[in-house]
């Protein structure tokens, strides 16, 4: 099982500071599509190559 959560979680509780997401943001290296599966767990697909296939995932998984 793999669950997922996004920064506002552990700044609420005061396991993260408010400004350290601001600066991840601020950052010249700041990639809105990175930032998301990092901070929001958004997921985004995979990319050419990638050790795990997404489509793979998805057709082969079964809900019980």
Same mark, same amino acid.
């Given at each position: ?5 996004t920064?506002? #979680?552990p700044?609420?509780v ?5 400004t350290?997401?601001?600066?991840q943001k601020n950052?010249g290296t700041?990639?809105e ?6 901070y929001?767990?958004?997921?985004s697909? #995979?990319?050419e190559?990638?050790f ?7 057709r082969?998984?079964k809900?019980?």
């Amino acid at each position: 099982m793999v669950l997922g959560g996004t920064w506002r #979680t552990p700044v609420a509780v005061g396991l993260q500071s408010k400004t350290f997401i601001t600066d991840q943001k601020n950052e010249g290296t700041y990639n809105e599509a990175s930032f998301e599966r990092e901070y929001e767990s958004k997921w985004s697909g #995979t990319v050419e190559d990638a050790f795990f296939n997404g489509e793979h995932f998805d057709r082969n998984r079964k809900l019980l």
